[in-house]
């Protein structure tokens, strides 16, 4: 496939660009930091999680029913402070996006709730690289399903075979070669540059 084929770069954000944002690890961090009961705030989160990442609900809501459904010695603003705090950037990559950034169309493509989508783009500046963020907030559907990476072929212009979509985890990848994608799991910044080179992004 030649460069000119490829005309759009789909980036996931945590686990490839930045940290995630508050995936298992990030959550165990906070809870363990504030004293909670872990069963008990991952039942929660569990059953409440996937409406905040489509943005059916606030980050208010969640925490309402996840964290201050009782009296805390702590405020909502110090828990929301110590999440956000989780969120670095990955050795690498982010440079790499800055790179490619200058000569290749980028967009996001990742599950992300509204509030810590808006942190993490303004905190890394992430609208430099990226042009515009089809993150399942904003549209309502999650990878892996893949109405999300056909809208965001629509949204962007562009056919599967004219995209790459770079993510961590092995089933959003599948998933965006099921509609005609090329994808990458993305391991790390020298990898990702060397399988990019090989699709003639460089």
């Known amino acids: 496939m030649t460069s000119s084929t490829i005309r759009a770069l789909f980036w996931d954000i945590g686990g490839v660009l930045l940290s995630n944002g508050w995936d298992r690890d990030q959550r165990k961090e906070v809870v363990t930091h504030f004293g909670l009961d872990a069963d008990d705030f991952q039942e929660r989160h569990k059953l409440i999680v996937p409406e905040l990442e489509i943005g059916r609900l606030s980050l208010d809501d969640y925490l309402t029913q996840t964290v201050f459904h009782v009296p805390r010695s702590f405020s909502r603003a110090e828990f929301v402070a110590a999440m956000e705090a989780q969120s670095v950037a990955l050795p690498g990559t982010l440079e790499l996006a800055r790179e490619l950034g200058q000569r290749w169309r980028m967009y996001a493509l990742n ?38 990476y056909r809208a965001a072929l629509d949204l962007a212009g562009v056919n599967g075979a004219q995209a790459i979509m770079l993510d961590d985890r092995l089933q959003n990848v599948e998933a965006a070669r099921s509609v005609g994608m090329q994808a990458i799991q993305v391991s790390s910044a020298e990898q990702l540059r060397a399988e990019l080179r090989g699709l003639g992004v460089s």
């Open 111 to 148: 599950n992300e709730s509204r509030e810590l989508n808006a942190h993490r783009r303004r905190t890394f500046d992430l609208d430099g690289p990226l042009l515009a963020f089809f993150s399942s907030c904003y549209l309502g559907l999650a990878k892996p399903n893949p109405r999300i």
